[in-house]
């Protein structure tokens, strides 16, 4: 996307100009004495057609403009330039460090936050004002006195990006720092050493880094210290969606068809035995009960609704069904993970199943008994406002490669025989930009070592995952 305006630390915007970046880099050029003759202009010219290319947004960031020059400069084989560009650049931020450190607050701090689920805001300090009252129940002039601190501390260090655990706990230096102690300790985070959380990981103890952190510290270093900057960049973006991070001991999902019984709580205990041992290696499960147990139930059989019931808080049950049923008239289900499993795509039933809120599975193999079905990895990408741009399509779709892999790395064996799935939202059916980035997932996956097929539907989680990019 072409961009058009850039976005200034303050805030404010102004309008993209080749022009500008062509005078930074003339300076570059000059500090190292090689002569300009139009590569400046040149060069500008190329650094607007690389954001034109990898820009998601008409108005990018100013270190994103930054980053393009170094990256342009470096890729055309102006290496000394690069240099000097990234020498000035930093001098520049050095300065503006120290005017802040004097005490001008006018100068903005220059950093990123990276919240817990992968996003990245620019520094504000009306929204750490807004954390202090919601964490630490502070305002006035001790939220101000406390945002002080911290903003002097960080106008004294070099970061550029820091994540809320580290503010937070800045936040509870400047507390300790300003006399309120108390509200450090009643309010504070308790924090584990991360070696110790990443030790467990790594052998693959889950219950161990439960035990000693809790899940969210778990999810977190789990999800996101695993994953290649590439991939956290379109994570944190709303790009892509990989199922698990915030599980990384399961598979994604299992489907187990009940061997046709005659006595219906036969048929209950395997069942349950099958969701009860699912949930240990699988993040979902779905249990597929054959149709005697749906013909029990029409009869009005009562005694076997507490016992699904059971079952379905642990997994999706789905009752078997050849056609229509009554029983969608009187469900005696309610609020409960319990739906249909039909042999062919139904429109009306599926119409009120829908209306219903209630899971449908549709296929031949659920008719038959010990049918098994395991999905190992689930991966969504949001190619929306992407259609016709290539180059940001391939970053999709070796983001869903090499999230494959690092997700695979983690599971245990028995839950990486699974399948290997993906979704795409965001670009109409059948258009050319959809069948590109399908066969280039299926490409990128074969030469990773992987064999994606393409999934039908997202799941909620996925939805809710990449409606991030609409906010």
């Not at 507490?306 to 005696?332: F, M």
Request: net charge neutral; with cysteine.
């Amino acid at each position: 996307m072409k961009p058009a305006s850039v976005l200034k630390r303050d805030g404010s915007a102004v309008p993209f100009e080749a022009g500008r970046i062509a005078q930074a880099i003339a300076r570059a050029l000059a500090a190292v004495g090689v002569r300009d003759d139009g590569l400046s202009s040149e060069l500008a010219q190329v650094v607007e057609e690389h954001l034109g290319r990898t820009a998601e947004r008409a108005a990018v960031g100013l270190e994103e403009v930054q980053d393009a020059v170094v990256h342009v400069l470096q890729e055309s084989g102006h290496y000394e330039v690069a240099i000097a560009y990234a020498r000035y650049r930093d001098a520049r931020e050095r300065a503006r460090r120290e005017r802040r450190a004097r005490g001008d607050r006018h100068v903005p701090l220059h950093l990123e936050v990276t919240e817990p689920d992968g996003r990245h805001r620019a520094w504000s300090a009306d929204w750490l004002v807004e954390r202090l009252a919601r964490r630490h129940l502070l305002s006035g002039v001790q939220a101000i006195d406390v945002l002080a601190v911290v903003e002097d501390q960080l106008a004294q260090s070099p970061a550029t990006e820091l994540s809320v655990a580290l503010v937070d706990a800045l936040v509870e230096g400047a507390l300790v720092r300003l006399g309120l102690t108390a509200n450090a300790l009643a309010h504070g985070d308790v924090r584990v050493p991360r070696e110790e959380l990443r030790a467990a990981l790594e052998c693959g103890d889950g219950c161990k880094a439960l035990s000693l952190a809790g899940r969210a510290a778990f999810r977190q270093e789990a999800a996101h210290g695993s994953l290649p900057p590439a991939v956290a960049k379109l994570w944190s973006r709303g790009r892509l969606w990989v199922d698990g991070l915030d599980d990384p001991l399961r598979g994604a999902q299992a489907t187990s068809v009940i061997e046709q019984a005659g006595n219906p709580w036969q048929v209950i205990a395997m069942a349950a035995a099958q969701a009860i041992e699912g949930a240990c290696s699988w993040r979902r499960v779905r249990i597929v009960l054959p149709p005697s147990i749906l013909g029990h139930l029409e009869r009005g059989s009562t005694l076997l609704h507490e016992p699904i019931n059971a079952i379905a808080r642990t997994a999706q049950v789905l009752l078997y069904c050849d056609g229509r049923t009554p029983l969608l008239e009187r469900w005696p289900f309610a609020g409960s993970q319990v739906g249909l499993a039909i042999y062919n795509d139904d429109f009306l039933l599926a119409r009120q199943l829908t209306e219903r809120n209630l899971p449908l599975l549709s296929g031949a193999q659920y008719a038959r008994g010990g049918w098994q079905h395991r999905v190992a990895v689930e991966v969504a990408l949001n190619a929306q406002g992407l259609e016709n741009e290539w180059s940001q399509l391939d970053l999709l779709a070796m983001g869903a490669g090499t999230a494959a892999t690092t997700r695979l790395a983690r599971l245990p064996a028995g839950a990486r025989e699974g399948d290997l799935r993906f979704a795409i939202f965001g670009l109409a059916a059948g258009s050319p930009s959809v069948e590109y980035l399908e066969r280039q997932v299926v490409q990128e996956g074969l030469r990773q070592g992987l064999s994606f097929t393409r999934a039908a539907n997202l799941p909620a989680e996925a939805c809710a995952h990449l409606g991030r990019l609409l906010e």
